[in-house]
């Protein structure tokens, strides 16, 4: 039972534009969400993250939403630059007992397109 | 500083061996979590270490372990080699098991099982 997903394998959008790229969960025990950037061969890259006693979080152009009652979140990229061309994974984690498991998304694949 | 440092980056082995791959988390880290990436099942969580200790565990079959020394770094093996566990395996480090506690991946072990 996939408790992360992320329904949207792929998203073109283009320069300049907003990139909106969207997570569900169905665990309500997560308390905690982090997005991560990869590119190929690489580790992933944190980019932002919430808790969830807040319902945003911002830092540059990407700003993080959470709608607990709708188990969503989303990232907002604005505006998208060609950099932002990767795969962005959502990840969440339940903190209780002070473990740091995450559980990931399968990815959306962002192509910024010039 | 530096960040996480995984040992070796890409190394080949032949069904019914065992691997040992090695993670420097970053100074001052003492969480360190390990993951499986593979296309077909995304980012999987193996199992976390914490003061030597493992305190949290995914669902992969005993062939998988791991363990952490003193100084925070961490090994995990995987015995008996089957063809599926050719993956990118990723480590990652956290200062500790906390609410708002963010989480940083190492550029990751390419394994190719043959």
């Known amino acids: 039972d996939q408790q992360v997903k992320q329904n949207s394998p792929s998203l073109s959008v283009q320069e300049g534009r907003i990139s909106i790229l969207n997570c569900d969960y169905t665990?309500?025990?997560?308390?905690?969400f982090l997005w991560y950037k990869k590119y190929p061969a690489e580790g992933p890259t944190f980019l932002i993250s919430?808790?969830?006693?807040?319902d945003k979080n911002e830092d540059g152009r990407f700003t993080v939403f959470l709608n607990k009652s709708a188990k969503h979140l989303s990232l907002h990229i604005v505006p998208s630059q060609p950099g932002d061309s990767a795969v962005y994974f959502c990840?969440?984690?339940?903190?209780?007992?002070?473990?740091?498991?995450?559980?990931f998304g399968k990815g959306t694949h962002l192509i910024i397109q010039p | 500083k530096a960040g996480v440092t995984q040992t070796p980056r890409y190394l080949i082995k032949t069904r019914g061996q065992q691997v040992t791959l090695s993670c420097s988390p970053i100074s001052g880290h003492r969480s360190v979590s390990w993951y499986q990436q593979t296309p077909g099942q995304g980012l999987q969580f193996l199992f976390e270490?914490?003061?030597?200790?493992?305190?949290n565990k995914g669902n992969f079959p005993g062939r998988f372990s791991g363990r952490q020394f003193s100084n925070s770094r961490s090994e995990m093996n995987v015995s008996t080699l089957e063809l599926g566990d050719s993956a990118l395996y990723l480590c990652?480090?956290?200062?500790?098991?906390?609410?708002?506690?963010?989480?940083?991946f190492g550029e990751g072990s390419w394994l190719t099982v043959v």
């Open positions: 919430i808790s969830s006693i807040k």
């Open positions: 990840a969440a984690r339940y903190s209780g007992g002070g473990a740091d498991g995450l559980t």
């Open positions: 270490y914490f003061s030597e200790t493992q305190r």
């Open positions: 665990n309500s025990m997560f308390d905690y």
């Open positions: 990652a480090s956290s200062v500790a098991g906390t609410t708002g506690n963010t989480i940083y």
